[in-house]
Nanobody, 126 residues
Framework: QVQLVESGGGLVQAGGSLRLSCAGS????????MGWFRQAPGKEREFVAA???????DYADSVKGRFTISRDNAKNTVYLQMNSLKPEDTAVYYC????????????????????WGQGTQVTVSS
């Protein structure tokens, strides 16, 4: 089992950048496939980015070219670098993890993940 804690959210102007971090507990962090999701008020939680154990990545079309997911297994941490932020990126961002998936597999839906963080708020002003 892994526990996830997100940080790095905040208020930023449109066009700015933020880097979210997700710190995981446990010695087997490198065995987890990871993902970032977000949920805006009144909307369902949606996929943002995913990172396989192989470091293969997938992104939602709305963030391609602007967001980058990466991991540092030595620090048990996954990052989401967000550039060129837009007001429509405003949401609570959640980190997710799953174990037991294939080396190259990325999870693109909430049902792909068992473990979730508590979320961090990102607000982009226009």
């Amino acid at each position: 089992q892994v526990q996830l804690v997100e940080s790095g959210g905040g208020l930023v102007q449109a066009g700015g950048s933020l880097r979210l971090s997700c710190a995981g507990s446990g010695r087997t962090f490198s065995n987890y496939a990871m993902g970032w999701f977000r949920q805006a008020p009144g909307k369902e939680r949606e996929f943002v980015a995913a990172l396989a154990r192989s470091r293969r990545t997938d992104y939602a079309d709305s963030v391609k070219g602007r967001f980058t997911i990466s991991r540092d297994n030595a620090k048990n941490t996954v990052y989401l670098q967000m550039n060129s932020l837009k007001p429509e990126d405003t949401a609570v961002y959640y980190c997710a993890a799953e174990i037991g998936v294939s080396y190259y597999e990325t999870g693109l839906s909430t049902s792909s993940y068992t473990y979730w963080g508590q979320g961090t708020q990102v607000t982009v002003s226009s």
